[in-house]
């Protein structure tokens, strides 16, 4: 057993990176996706790297399944059961405008309509006291309707469960009597041991909405995956950019929602502690999307909570952007002017290049038509693009617009751009964060074709196309760590803190991790646990999260003054001011298990001969020769311009700009204006 392998199943291709454990090499490849059965893509994949999967000895991958089935609403019919006279607390939501001056704003609508809504007497009081006890008959009519009515989850989310799960876990005792293994049955507590009511149900909601999906998909992995000889288990990604075997991902569907697009910011990571820096700009560009992610001090931009289509889910997540942006985005006329995206043209049909009956043009028949891809050695020889098709398609879409073929080849280039800078302002002009100070690492199938053009447009000096970039993704789930995240609702004022109390909390929380990490399967002596706290000043209503020494330090003297200015170093940090003689107030705890698996001891890439081509290609409106080199032939400083072609992207370095590879095989890109 001697491959460690791992697998991004995407919009467009899915993409496969296999590391040899005895001599260091690493391989990459992809296969087209197959929306009908993603085995089929996955199998096909796996094919072109590895010869026998029992060899492997270790798996992951990350899946949309979740993600997708949310975004076309496709997804589970759920009946929701609360406490009685809470029945409208999802259907009210928040009253709070995201964008106050839009006046077509309209509230996501409800994934449980309100006639899906039941409610069970019986109330814990906000101590987790109970004031009446609860109506068990209540629940098994809930769990009548649900069989009788075809219901494929209920989710459970009674008050005050987050102090006191018992009404709660009774609740889920009773569904699973009456109703087996067929409904997926979901406990607000275990999704999300946290207050704020709507929050918590909404998160109970979306996992049971996108389970059913995740779990059967993931059970039919892990089957045909047994059956070709597989021998250990099978691990997904999760949101927060950690590692699960596909038992608990199953359990815990929701922590699979953003599984996919989170290895790349975890190959970030990586990149960042291998080039020495502390602060990267992930950008991920597809054939679908665009997705946008932070490194800040050399570790993932993690959230608390976040906001996925309009519903807020309370879970550990990497703050992620993503538009629809990809080289598979459509070209189109609207009102007389060009627009780009965020239809797509996906793997079928496919842009009008990939000669699949697609006719209408995007990013990369633009692309192609400019000259910047090789067509005869697209993704490492496995596509021949058709570039007449390309050229009819933008030609036929240059007549509508009456512009030259060429010039609205490069508009379309140029929108999508502007498109991506404005993705990675929001990340970070936005919140305080300037950009200048970061390098770009980007990555994706389309990325590296125009990363440079993206990092202009925010002044960003440097970028860094990482080795197989189109893979990345794949490669960053490989330098991952499995992860367990715990909570505990803590609820003090700074004069009431007891500091013993909240260490023996914390070392509670301590122990359930490490015990979480070993039912992965995580040795202890490859296990470590961090512990925060959620602060706020009195008055206020959220929070922020502090990060502690560890689980004892509360108990130390002068904790109270320590914490509490760490936390105006972080108001300050976060807002721009704070109040450091005001008291504060101490809301949730939090601790986090990390089991680290060795770092994939890559061998140095070799260099091979083999003589460039030359090519007309358009920059600026003007044609340039330019040599089309292999990226393993690669010696020296490179001047643009230049066409860096590999086996999973394609790397454009546009006049005036200088390339270099670097010990780690990364290619080092200082952009000038």
Same mark, same amino acid.
């Given at each position: 057993m001697t491959?460690?392998?791992?697998?991004d199943?995407?919009g467009t291709?899915t993409?496969?990176?296999?590391?040899?454990e005895?001599s260091?090499?690493?391989?990459?490849?992809k296969?087209?996706?197959?929306?009908?059965?993603?085995?089929?893509?996955?199998f096909?994949?796996l094919g072109?790297?590895v010869?026998?999967?029992?060899?492997?000895?270790?798996?992951?991958h990350?899946?949309?399944q979740?993600l997708?089935?949310?975004?076309?609403r496709?997804?589970a019919?759920?009946l929701?059961l609360t406490?009685a006279g809470?029945?409208?607390?999802?259907?009210?939501?928040?009253?709070?405008?995201?964008r106050?001056?839009?006046l077509?704003?309209?509230?996501?609508?409800?994934?449980?309509p309100?006639?899906?809504?039941?409610e069970?007497?019986?109330?814990?009081?906000w101590r987790?006291?109970?004031?009446h006890?609860?109506d068990?008959?209540a629940?098994?009519?809930?769990?009548?309707?649900?069989?009788?009515e075809?219901?494929d989850?209920?989710?459970?989310?009674l008050?005050?469960?987050?102090?006191n799960?018992?009404?709660?876990?009774?609740a889920?005792?009773?569904l699973?009597?009456?109703?087996?293994?067929?409904v997926l049955?979901?406990?607000?507590?275990?999704?999300?041991?946290?207050?704020?009511?709507?929050e918590?149900?909404?998160s109970?909601?979306?996992?049971?909405?996108?389970?059913?999906v995740?779990r059967?998909y993931l059970?039919r992995i892990?089957?045909?995956?047994?059956?070709r000889?597989?021998?250990?288990p099978?691990h997904?990604m999760?949101?927060?950019?950690?590692l699960v075997?596909?038992g608990y991902a199953m359990?815990r569907?929701?922590?699979?929602?953003?599984?996919?697009?989170?290895g790349?910011?975890m190959?970030?990571?990586?990149?960042a502690?291998?080039?020495?820096?502390?602060n990267?700009?992930?950008?991920?560009?597809?054939g679908t999307s665009?997705?946008?992610?932070?490194?800040?001090?050399?570790?993932?931009d993690?959230s608390?909570?976040a906001?996925?289509?309009?519903f807020?889910?309370?879970?550990p997540i990497?703050n992620?952007h993503?538009i629809?942006?990809g080289g598979?985005?459509?070209?189109y006329?609207?009102?007389?002017?060009?627009?780009v995206?965020p239809e797509?043209?996906?793997?079928?049909?496919?842009?009008a290049?990939?000669g699949?009956g697609?006719t209408?043009?995007?990013?990369?028949?633009a692309?192609v038509?400019?000259?910047?891809?090789?067509?005869?050695?697209?993704?490492?020889g496995?596509m021949?693009?058709?570039?007449?098709?390309?050229g009819?398609a933008?030609?036929?879409?240059?007549?509508?617009?009456h512009?030259?073929?060429?010039?609205l080849a490069?508009?379309i280039c140029?929108?999508?751009?502007?498109?991506?800078a404005?993705?990675?302002?929001?990340?970070?002009v936005?919140?305080?964060?300037e950009?200048?100070?970061?390098?770009?690492?980007?990555f =994706?199938? !389309?990325?590296?074709m125009?990363? @440079?053009?993206?990092?202009?447009?925010?002044g960003? $000096?440097?970028?860094?196309? #990482? /080795?197989?970039?189109?893979?990345?993704?794949a490669?960053?789930?490989l330098e991952a760590?499995v992860?367990?995240?715990?909570?505990?609702?803590?609820?003090?004022q700074?004069d009431?803190?007891?500091g013993r109390d909240?260490?023996?909390?914390?070392?509670?929380?301590?122990?359930?991790a490490?015990?979480a990490?070993?039912?992965?399967?995580?040795p202890?002596s490859?296990q470590?646990v961090e512990h925060?706290?959620?602060?706020?000043?009195e008055?206020q209503?959220?929070?922020?999260?502090?990060?502690?020494?560890?689980?004892?330090?509360?108990?130390?003297e002068?904790?109270?003054q320590?914490?509490?200015?760490?936390y105006a170093?972080a108001?300050t940090?976060r807002? =721009?001011? !704070?109040?450091p003689e005001?008291? @504060?107030?101490?809301?949730?705890?939090?601790?986090? $298990?990390f089991?680290?698996? #060795? /770092?994939?001891?890559t061998?140095?890439?070799?260099t091979e001969?083999h003589?460039?081509a030359?090519?007309?290609?358009?920059f600026?409106?003007q044609?340039h020769?330019?040599?089309v080199?292999?990226r393993?032939?690669i010696d020296?400083e490179?001047e643009g311009?230049?066409?860096?072609?590999?086996?999973?992207?394609?790397?454009?370095?546009?006049?005036?700009?200088l390339?270099?590879l670097?010990?780690?095989g990364?290619?080092i890109?200082?952009v000038?204006?």
């Amino acid at each position: 057993m001697t491959y460690r392998v791992a697998m991004d199943i995407g919009g467009t291709f899915t993409d496969v990176v296999c590391y040899d454990e005895r001599s260091g090499a690493v391989v990459a490849s992809k296969a087209p996706t197959t929306p009908g059965d993603l085995a089929e893509g996955v199998f096909a994949a796996l094919g072109r790297v590895v010869d026998d999967p029992a060899r492997i000895s270790f798996f992951v991958h990350g899946t949309t399944q979740g993600l997708n089935a949310l975004l076309e609403r496709k997804g589970a019919r759920v009946l929701l059961l609360t406490s009685a006279g809470a029945r409208d607390v999802y259907q009210i939501a928040r009253g709070n405008r995201d964008r106050m001056f839009d006046l077509r704003y309209r509230k996501p609508t409800p994934l449980v309509p309100r006639g899906d809504v039941m409610e069970a007497a019986g109330r814990l009081d906000w101590r987790g006291e109970e004031l009446h006890p609860l109506d068990e008959q209540a629940v098994r009519q809930a769990a009548h309707r649900a069989r009788a009515e075809g219901f494929d989850a209920v989710a459970v989310t009674l008050l005050f469960s987050y102090v006191n799960p018992a009404h709660e876990i009774r609740a889920g005792q009773i569904l699973a009597e009456e109703l087996g293994d067929d409904v997926l049955v979901v406990l607000s507590h275990e999704v999300a041991r946290e207050w704020r009511e709507y929050e918590r149900t909404s998160s109970a909601v979306l996992e049971a909405y996108t389970g059913p999906v995740v779990r059967a998909y993931l059970a039919r992995i892990e089957q045909r995956f047994a059956q070709r000889g597989l021998t250990v288990p099978v691990h997904v990604m999760q949101s927060s950019g950690g590692l699960v075997n596909a038992g608990y991902a199953m359990r815990r569907p929701l922590q699979t929602l953003l599984s996919g697009p989170v290895g790349g910011t975890m190959g970030g990571v990586a990149a960042a502690r291998l080039l020495g820096r502390d602060n990267a700009i992930c950008v991920d560009m597809g054939g679908t999307s665009f997705d946008v992610s932070l490194v800040v001090g050399g570790r993932p931009d993690v959230s608390a909570e976040a906001r996925i289509e309009g519903f807020p889910v309370l879970m550990p997540i990497v703050n992620l952007h993503t538009i629809g942006a990809g080289g598979g985005s459509i070209a189109y006329a609207e009102a007389g002017a060009l627009r780009v995206g965020p239809e797509s043209a996906g793997a079928v049909p496919g842009p009008a290049c990939y000669g699949r009956g697609g006719t209408r043009p995007t990013v990369t028949d633009a692309n192609v038509v400019l000259g910047r891809v090789d067509p005869a050695w697209f993704a490492g020889g496995l596509m021949r693009l058709d570039t007449d098709a390309a050229g009819e398609a933008v030609a036929t879409l240059a007549a509508e617009l009456h512009m030259d073929p060429l010039q609205l080849a490069e508009g379309i280039c140029d929108v999508a751009n502007a498109k991506m800078a404005q993705a990675i302002r929001t990340l970070t002009v936005e919140h305080g964060v300037e950009p200048r100070e970061f390098a770009l690492v980007a990555f =994706g199938g !389309a990325g590296a074709m125009h990363a @440079v053009f993206i990092a202009r447009e925010l002044g960003i $000096g440097e970028v860094v196309v #990482p /080795r197989f970039p189109g893979a990345f993704s794949a490669w960053g789930m490989l330098e991952a760590d499995v992860r367990r995240d715990l909570t505990h609702p803590y609820f003090r004022q700074q004069d009431d803190l007891d500091g013993r109390d909240m260490a023996a909390a914390l070392a509670e929380l301590h122990r359930q991790a490490e015990s979480a990490l070993t039912g992965q399967g995580v040795p202890r002596s490859r296990q470590r646990v961090e512990h925060a706290v959620d602060m706020r000043y009195e008055g206020q209503d959220y929070t922020l999260t502090i990060p502690l020494t560890g689980a004892d330090e509360p108990a130390g003297e002068g904790f109270l003054q320590t914490v509490a200015q760490r936390y105006a170093e972080a108001h300050t940090s976060r807002y =721009g001011h !704070a109040t450091p003689e005001a008291p @504060v107030e101490f809301v949730m705890l939090r601790s986090t $298990g990390f089991g680290t698996f #060795p /770092r994939t001891a890559t061998a140095a890439p070799t260099t091979e001969e083999h003589p460039p081509a030359v090519r007309d290609v358009i920059f600026d409106g003007q044609v340039h020769r330019t040599p089309v080199l292999r990226r393993n032939a690669i010696d020296g400083e490179l001047e643009g311009p230049a066409i860096i072609v590999e086996e999973t992207a394609t790397t454009v370095v546009p006049p005036g700009c200088l390339a270099a590879l670097d010990a780690n095989g990364f290619l080092i890109i200082k952009v000038t204006s």
